[in-house]
């Protein structure tokens, strides 16, 4: 088994030698991910399924709690929308991003620090932006299991009225992508686990008032420019269109902002994992 998996990794290495970014990408992406599914089977099954649980919680808190007491609310067309169905994609955008960040911020900072695990990968072929890559990859299946399951319970509930919600799935990992590609490069730059706690810090206001629970023309004017420049209202608001069959040319505004976000998150990342484990 040893001798096999020696063998590829040279092969691969022969593969990429000379081409352009073989010394940040060796190919090897995919053995990050086995090392995180490995290591799964010896995780807490609960904490690791907890994901799911919190987006469900709220719904039933606020949509049928709170939500009795609302009825309806007014979407950015003017048309009223039942309260349930106006906090579920916002519920889901948040799950994305607490699901990304929780992988690429805690257990990234764990693994960097403590465990010393990225010393032993990058000690080998593999290159920093095969970290990067794989580490934000186990964060996505892990994501799109929970968005998944989300949308599993609350489509039969009339939640999701049009049909587009169905890519509700998919942009919701497009989501936890961006989220996970800045988490993981802000984690590069922290020294002690308190510093983690920043990211509380500005992600709790984001959850609260993104649009979450209530339409952001609640706010003056010059709060809501402030609001839709963040990115859970445009991971909020990606969501909302599809799940209302609003299909427009501002759903790929949203795409693009997330598509910076990723590419920028990726490059820095990489750019400072070389900086700390191969200088």
Request: hydrophobic letters at 55%.
């Given at each position: 088994?040893?001798?096999?998996v020696?063998?590829?990794?040279?092969?691969i290495?022969e593969?990429?030698?000379?081409?352009l970014?073989?010394?940040?990408?060796?190919?090897?992406?995919?053995?990050?991910?086995?090392?995180?599914v490995?290591?799964?089977?010896t995780?807490?099954?609960?904490?690791?399924?907890?994901?799911?649980?919190?987006?469900?919680?709220?719904?039933?808190?606020?949509?049928f709690?709170?939500?009795q007491?609302?009825?309806?609310?007014?979407?950015?067309?003017?048309?009223?929308?039942d309260?349930?169905?106006?906090?579920?994609?916002?519920?889901?955008?948040?799950?994305?991003m607490?699901?990304?960040?929780?992988?690429?911020t805690?257990?990234v900072?764990?693994?960097?620090?403590?465990a010393?695990l990225?010393?032993?990968?990058?000690?080998?072929?593999?290159?920093?932006l095969d970290?990067?890559?794989?580490?934000?990859?186990?964060?996505?299946?892990?994501g799109?299991?929970?968005?998944?399951?989300?949308?599993?319970?609350?489509t039969?509930?009339?939640?999701?009225?049009?049909?587009w919600?169905?890519?509700?799935?998919?942009?919701?990992v497009?989501?936890?992508?961006?989220?996970a590609?800045?988490?993981?490069?802000?984690?590069t730059?922290?020294?002690?686990?308190?510093?983690?706690?920043?990211?509380?810090?500005?992600?709790?206001?984001?959850?609260?008032?993104?649009?979450?629970?209530?339409?952001?023309?609640?706010y003056?004017?010059?709060?809501?420019?402030?609001?839709?420049?963040?990115p859970?209202?445009?991971?909020?608001?990606?969501?909302?269109?599809?799940?209302?069959?609003?299909?427009d040319?501002?759903?790929?505004?949203?795409?693009?902002?997330?598509a910076?976000?990723?590419?920028?998150?990726?490059?820095?990342?990489?750019?400072?994992?070389?900086?700390?484990?191969?200088?």
């Open positions: 088994m040893t001798n096999l020696a063998t590829t990794a040279v092969e290495a593969r990429r030698r000379g081409k970014g073989a010394e940040q990408y060796a190919g090897r992406t995919r053995f990050v991910v086995e090392r995180n490995l290591a799964l089977k995780s807490n099954l609960l904490q690791v399924v907890s994901g799911f649980f919190e987006p469900l919680f709220f719904l039933l808190a606020f949509g709690g709170v939500g007491l609302i009825g309806q609310v007014t979407d950015a067309s003017g048309n009223p929308v309260y349930r169905t106006w906090i579920v994609p916002a519920l889901l955008a948040t799950s994305a607490n699901g990304a960040l929780m992988d690429a805690w257990n900072y764990f693994k960097m620090h403590f010393r990225y010393n032993g990968m990058l000690a080998t072929s593999m290159g920093p970290v990067a890559l794989g580490e934000i990859a186990w964060s996505l299946i892990r799109a299991g929970y968005a998944t399951a989300f949308m599993i319970v609350v039969p509930l009339g939640l999701v009225p049009s049909i919600g169905i890519l509700a799935i998919p942009a919701a497009l989501i936890a992508f961006g989220f590609a800045v988490g993981m490069a802000a984690t730059y922290t020294h002690s686990i308190q510093q983690l706690q920043w990211i509380s810090f500005f992600t709790l206001p984001m959850f609260m008032f993104s649009g979450t629970f209530y339409p952001i023309t609640a003056p004017a010059v709060l809501q420019t402030i609001i839709q420049a963040l859970l209202w445009q991971g909020a608001s990606l969501i909302r269109g599809l799940t209302f069959g609003q299909i040319g501002a759903l790929l505004g949203h795409v693009l902002y997330f910076i976000m990723i590419a920028g998150g990726l490059w820095l990342t990489s750019k400072r994992l070389t900086k700390l484990f191969m200088s």
